[in-house]
């Protein structure tokens, strides 16, 4: 079994992995490259569920972890992590219904909901491996 201390890093991992898997996506399909996008966002969606559960798994037997910066980094830091929760709380339906929209070949109505989801996913993805960066290799 893997020690705990490993699933902070783990999960930078699973968040950058995120971030590369869409950006990919979003040009296979500017391409029209759609099943090289859809592998894309599938894996997507299947790292960032794995991120969720081993953040989960590690905050449950963890705790929180407090941030140790200080002076002008403290509020940086916070602005960053508050917007990052928020936009993460919003996008688990939006990516799920974007998903939904897709399988079911509803593709007027994925691409409309996907202009916002993609965006959001992409901040939360690259958001989530500064606020591991700021936490754990700066204070």
Known sequence: MMPYSLLPHVNAFLNATSAVLLVAG????????????RWC???AVATSSLFLVSYLVYHSRVGSVR???QGWLRPVYFTILISHTLL??????????TLRRALEEKFDRHRR???WTLPLW??????????????????
């Open 26 to 37: 979003y040009l296979c399909i500017r391409k029209k490259l759609i099943n090289f996008h």
């Open 88 to 97: 993460a709380v919003t996008l688990v339906p939006l990516v799920i219904i």
């Open 41 to 43: 966002m599938v894996v």
């Open 113 to 115: 909901i996907a202009h």
């Open 67 to 69: 941030f140790q910066g």
């Open 122 to 139: 992409f901040y939360v993805s690259v958001t989530g491996v500064v606020v591991y960066l700021m936490l754990y290799h700066l204070s």
